[in-house]
């Protein structure tokens, strides 16, 4: 058993890797019936500072969180209530 999923392992691609270490990292909460994401998506957003920043915490602070979306249909709620 344990042969048969290392070998698994080794033949999956680098990509289908890197899915499976983001659902495993970022796992998506959607509600039964709406059609999930991969991985969750956060928005951001940011205002333009009006002079040039080179402190990244000038640009941390001016930040604000938005939400985060786990299905399609929690998208387009999102963007359509901006």
Request: glycine share 2%; net charge negative.
């Amino acid at each position: 058993m344990l042969k048969d999923l290392t070998l698994a392992f080794f033949l999956q691609s680098d990509y289908e890797k890197s899915i499976a270490k983001s659902k495993s990292t970022f796992p998506t909460e959607c509600p039964e019936g709406e059609h999930a994401l991969e991985t969750p998506w956060t928005f951001w957003f940011d205002k333009k500072l009006a002079h040039n920043v080179t402190d990244p915490n000038d640009y941390v602070v001016n930040l604000q969180y938005h939400g985060t979306v786990h299905s399609v249909e929690q998208f387009w709620r999102s963007i359509h209530n901006c």
